[in-house]
């Protein structure tokens, strides 16, 4: 571990939004090798999200990111330890995960898939509030407040998800996630499918709402642009492990891994090509 991360994490060990231990996530291999071992998606990876904090993890395509986040939503089954604002959520009970899942939020990859078609927008952001058994006397107001805070007109409550672009999309799950004014946002390539200007005012939305609101972010990813614009430290998964950590400035200028130094010269490579076309 980089030597400022793990400064950073003993300083806010007391104060942490999410902590993972040892986690380990296994899928079973179905077909003719019944006999053969599990496929281990992640392994034993532990890292720390303090309050107010972006962390960003990096990896290619099944490289396990993506089933990191599942599991410490309570998504897949797991071992280790995951604690969101002190709460275990590896072994929890229905009751228990009910009560876990109101102190985050969750943003999907797909955010217009992830929108009931038949639901107006104020009904899809101020849809925690009912699953949660949460009472509140005016919806209406509601929308109007979690609208305001992602910078969306008030007349989109009555919009459906067919009307939005994807970055509006974007907002409304962002306005979702923030229903129960979490102390945690885990969010699942939150910038995929959007053009790079798009890209920039979501993150731009999310840094200012982490500043805020007091906010942690952990935030799955591929796009290095993304990270280097976002993140306060950042954690390098390589086949389902964790294989370096540290602070943007120290992963983007000093990165200790040959793997963490490929990927970046891969990304610098793309950008040239880009820029070249």
């Known amino acids: 571990m ?4 793990a400064t950073f994490s003993q300083d806010h060990a007391g104060d942490e939004a999410l902590r993972i231990s040892n986690l380990r996530v296994s899928y079973s291999r179905k077909g003719l090798l019944t006999n053969s071992s599990p496929l281990v998606a992640v392994d034993s990876i532990s890292l720390s999200v303090a309050k107010g904090e972006i962390y960003a993890i990096i990896g290619e395509s099944g490289s396990g990111k993506t089933s990191l986040l599942r599991a410490a939503a309570g998504l897949l089954p797991a071992s280790g330890s995951v604690r969101i604002d002190g709460r275990e959520v590896v072994g929890a009970s229905k009751g228990e995960l ?23 927008v104020q009904s899809i ?8 058994g949460v009472s509140k006397k005016d919806m209406a107001a509601e929308a109007r407040r979690l609208l305001k805070l992602v910078s969306l007109p008030e007349d989109f409550a009555g919009r459906y998800p ?24 885990l969010a699942d390539e939150p910038t995929a499918g959007l053009d790079v200007s798009v890209q920039g005012e979501l993150l731009n939305l999310l840094r200012d709402l982490q500043e805020k609101l007091g906010l942690a972010i952990l935030i799955i990813t591929h796009n290095l642009h993304v990270v ?22 120290s992963i983007f200028g000093s990165p200790a891994e040959d793997y963490t130094k490929l990927l970046l010269a891969s990304n610098l490579h793309l950008k040239n090509r880009v820029a070249r076309a």
Do not use: W
């Open 228 to 249: 280097r614009h976002i993140a306060d430290r950042i954690g390098i998964v390589y086949k389902g492990r964790m294989i370096e950590e540290g602070d943007n400035d």
């Open 98 to 120: 009910r009560a876990i899942r109101a102190r985050f939020g969750l943003m999907f990859q797909d955010p217009v898939g992830s929108l009931s078609p038949r639901l107006t």
């Open 2 to 5: 980089n030597i400022a991360a």
């Open 125 to 132: 952001i101020t849809e925690p509030f009912r699953i949660h």
């Open 162 to 185: 067919h009307q939005l672009s994807g970055g509006q999309a974007r907002r409304v799950g962002v306005a979702r996630a923030l229903a129960l004014e979490p102390a945690l946002i």
